[in-house]
């Protein structure tokens, strides 16, 4: 079993993608193997818990709306025991047409997970971000709690804080 679990929710294929783009960076800097890549919405609260240490990818709907995969699995959250476990989110979001909810999930997400004993890791500047609000942002910081992905305004960007990210979240985690 790989060291970490990746678990993803998506529509349209993009969070999918960036996931696929999270594991292969592991792949790079930790030895393959490191992450096994799962969809939310044919995950268990079991198969979830089975882990160590976990990435979480969420994008944002809407008007700051959890994607349905995820809205479906949210609930199961609160009967699930996250404490020793370390936790990394990354989510996308478009920051250009919905810069009042940008990254919303990640927040609403995160802000779950630590009420249930998780430890959140990966956290990220928001510095080259252009959002009016952000339920990921950290009160009084410039920080989202995960990584921010906008594949609509700036996909130029992806691979580059896809390689930082991994990099930071590999030595938060001991790996």
Same mark, same amino acid.
């Given at each position: 079993?790989?060291?970490? &679990?990746?678990?993803? &929710? #998506?529509?349209? &294929?993009?969070?999918?993608?960036?996931?696929?783009?999270?594991?292969?960076?592991?792949?790079? %800097?930790?030895?393959?193997?490191?992450?096994?890549?799962?969809? @939310?919405? #044919?995950?268990? /609260?079991?198969?979830?818990?089975?882990?160590?240490?976990?990435?979480? =990818?969420? /994008? $944002?709907?809407?008007?700051?709306?959890?994607?349905?995969?995820?809205?479906?699995? *949210? /609930?199961?959250?609160? !009967?699930? !025991? *996250? !404490? =020793?476990?370390?936790?990394?989110?990354?989510?996308?979001?478009?920051?250009?047409?919905?810069?009042?909810?940008?990254?919303?999930?990640?927040?609403?997400?995160?802000?779950?997970?630590?009420?249930?004993?998780?430890?959140?890791?990966?956290?990220? #500047?928001?510095?080259?971000?252009? *959002?009016?609000?952000? +339920?990921?942002?950290?009160? &009084?910081?410039?920080? *989202?709690?995960?990584?921010? @992905?906008?594949?609509?305004? %700036?996909?130029?960007? $992806?691979?580059?804080?896809? %390689?930082?990210?991994? +990099?930071?979240?590999?030595?938060?985690?001991?790996?």
């Amino acid at each position: 079993m790989a060291k970490i &679990g990746l678990f993803y &929710g #998506s529509s349209t &294929g993009k969070t999918e993608a960036v996931a696929y783009q999270i594991k292969e960076e592991f792949d790079k %800097q930790a030895g393959a193997g490191t992450v096994e890549v799962h969809n @939310i919405g #044919s995950a268990t /609260p079991e198969q979830v818990l089975s882990y160590e240490y976990l990435i979480m =990818g969420i /994008p $944002t709907w809407n008007t700051g709306e959890l994607q349905d995969d995820w809205a479906v699995f *949210f /609930p199961k959250i609160a !009967n699930m !025991n *996250f !404490n =020793g476990k370390k936790v990394a989110i990354f989510g996308l979001g478009d920051q250009n047409g919905y810069g009042f909810n940008f990254l919303d999930a990640v927040g609403m997400l995160g802000d779950e997970l630590m009420l249930h004993g998780a430890d959140v890791y990966g956290v990220w #500047s928001t510095e080259k971000y252009q *959002f009016n609000e952000s +339920k990921a942002r950290i009160e &009084g910081e410039n920080y *989202f709690i995960g990584l921010g @992905i906008d594949e609509d305004g %700036q996909s130029d960007l $992806t691979a580059g804080r896809i %390689q930082q990210w991994v +990099k930071d979240v590999k030595a938060e985690f001991n790996l």
